[in-house]
């Protein structure tokens, strides 16, 4: 496992992220602190649970 997050098109991130590299793709949403990191060791991503926003029609 690396030490990269993805956000894809349809996914949210709300809290504290600590990688070494972040993608968010179009529609992705990201809430939140983020700190680069360069050491391979640390390893922490907190990630809080969200509701399913419904989508309007």
Do not use: C, T, W, Y
């Not at 939140?32 to 360069?38: D, L, R």
């Amino acid at each position: 496992m690396g030490n990269n997050l993805d956000i894809l098109e349809h996914g949210e991130l709300r809290g504290i992220s600590r990688v070494s590299h972040m993608s968010i793709k179009r529609g992705g949403i990201f809430i939140g602190q983020s700190e680069k990191i360069e050491h391979q060791s640390e390893k922490v991503i907190k990630l809080e649970a969200i509701e399913e926003i419904p989508k309007s029609k």
